[in-house]
């Protein structure tokens, strides 16, 4: 029987790349020649080449925070390198996998851990293991094969967000509840799946409406056996909350990579009871389930436990930083302009660091917080700034139409004088 036409392409594919590979040993032993030609090469230089210059994109300072659309944090040199090295050797891809949840369930004091594809991904797989955990089905199930099966996820209405689409790529639908009798109602229905709670939505006394908290949330689902998860994408720092909610009993917690620990932005951690952590392994990639659009590459993984090392290797303190003193800075250049006051303020959950709050009088400056907005984009450098600007307050951010908010912890060297400058200038019309 002839040979079908895949079976040919990968013998004629394997016959070309072993013909090719002879050659190419044979180039590099004929001497120093070659290695002398690579070495000139441009694009091989140890140091790289500038794509964001090349490719024409304009690179910015980011006073605003971890933001996904601001490509989130910057990697410490220790996990960069880290990167770099694994992205020269392969490996077999679900034994990395396997031995970097083993080392971070060690390291984090939790029984499993999940290296995933940011937060995002870690609430997908989260659901995905509940489900697979309530209906004893397969990966390969959802969301296909889900109808008639349990399927709910419960959530305060209070902490509704965008990213419930995560869960949705399961199948699973949401149940809302309000009241503390609500949820028992809810949890007693029989057909939930999970909890989800979102950690920044706790009710701050700013924004908040939630009516349930923590440990009440859990009691009462624990009750009825069904599992918790619990948002935490952005709240690391505290160092200690890599494990507090694990602590607590939730049974799954999601954290992002690129925020305050500081792994690749397209990394995250879903870590919890190895029951789960097991079953969301058996959904990631490489094999064909939820998360095998949501691709975790070796880079990924290791810069993810280099990240959690690195963290690991600081106190609170060292680890903060400088963030007051840069704060300090930029408050100290606008502090005698007519009508500006500044406040320094730590929000109690989510991106646990200082920022600035700058407020003003626009009847006085001439100049509106969406001008000033504007002009600080358009200044070269770019600048931008928190979002929670000229907002009402949300998650700690006790900001208003008249607040400037400044993020200080993604700030590199030397950037915070600069925004001090800018933002002076743009207050007395000097831009």
Not at 89 to 97: E, I, K, M, T
Not at 144 to 161: E, M
Not at 403 to 431: C, S, Y
Request: contains cysteine; charged residues 20%; hydrophobic residues 45%.
């Amino acid at each position: 029987m002839p040979a079908s036409p895949e079976s040919q392409a990968g013998f004629f594919s394997r016959r070309r790349f072993f013909r090719l590979t002879s050659s190419l040993a044979a180039t590099i032993s004929a001497g120093p020649a070659f290695a002398s030609t690579v070495a000139r090469t441009p694009a091989m230089q140890a140091d790289g080449e500038d794509y964001y210059d090349k490719l024409g994109v304009e690179k910015i300072i980011n006073a605003a925070g971890t933001y996904t659309f601001l490509t989130a944090a910057c990697m410490p040199p220790v996990v960069l390198a880290a990167v770099q090295k694994a992205a020269l050797h392969p490996v077999r891809l679900h034994d990395l996998q396997m031995k970097a949840g083993e080392y971070l369930a060690q390291r984090l004091r939790c029984e499993g851990a999940v290296v995933t594809s940011g937060a995002s991904g870690a609430i997908s797989l989260a659901t995905a293991a509940c489900m697979q955990l309530a209906n004893n089905i397969g990966p390969l199930a959802m969301p296909q094969a889900v109808d008639g099966l349990k399927n709910q996820v419960i959530v305060q209405h209070a902490h509704r967000y965008d990213y419930d689409h995560a869960m949705f790529l399961c199948g699973a639908r949401v149940t809302e509840v309000v009241t503390l009798d609500d949820y028992r109602k809810a949890c007693a229905a029989g057909n939930a799946v999970m909890t989800n709670f979102f950690n920044a939505a706790e009710d701050d006394g700013l924004s908040g409406s939630a009516q349930i908290g923590r440990e009440d949330w859990l009691r009462i689902a624990h009750e009825h056996n069904i599992p918790c998860h619990i948002d935490a994408a952005a709240d690391m720092p505290p160092i200690e909350n890599l494990w507090k909610y694990t602590g607590m009993g939730f049974d799954l917690v999601s954290f992002s990579g690129g925020k305050g620990i500081r792994g690749p932005q397209n990394a995250g951690l879903l870590l919890g009871k190895k029951h789960l952590t097991d079953l969301a392994h058996q959904g990631n990639n490489p094999v064909d389930g939820i998360a095998r659009g949501m691709k975790v590459a070796k880079e990924q993984i290791v810069g993810m436990v280099a990240a959690i090392d690195w963290v690991l290797s600081h106190t609170e303190e060292s680890m903060q930083g400088d963030y007051q003193q840069r704060a300090d800075v930029i408050a100290l250049a606008v502090k005698d302009i007519p009508s500006v006051r500044t406040e320094i303020v730590v929000p109690k959950i989510a991106n646990h660091v200082p920022h600035l709050l700058i407020r003003f009088d626009p009847a006085v400056t001439g100049i509106t917080t969406p001008e000033i907005v504007s002009a600080l984009r358009a200044s070269k450098p770019s600048i931008e700034l928190n979002p929670d600007t000229g907002r009402k307050p949300r998650q700690g951010i006790p900001s208003d139409a008249n607040t400037l908010v400044v993020g200080v912890w993604m700030l590199q060297p030397g950037e915070d004088v600069i925004v001090g400058r800018r933002i002076r200038a743009a207050l007395t019309h000097h831009a």
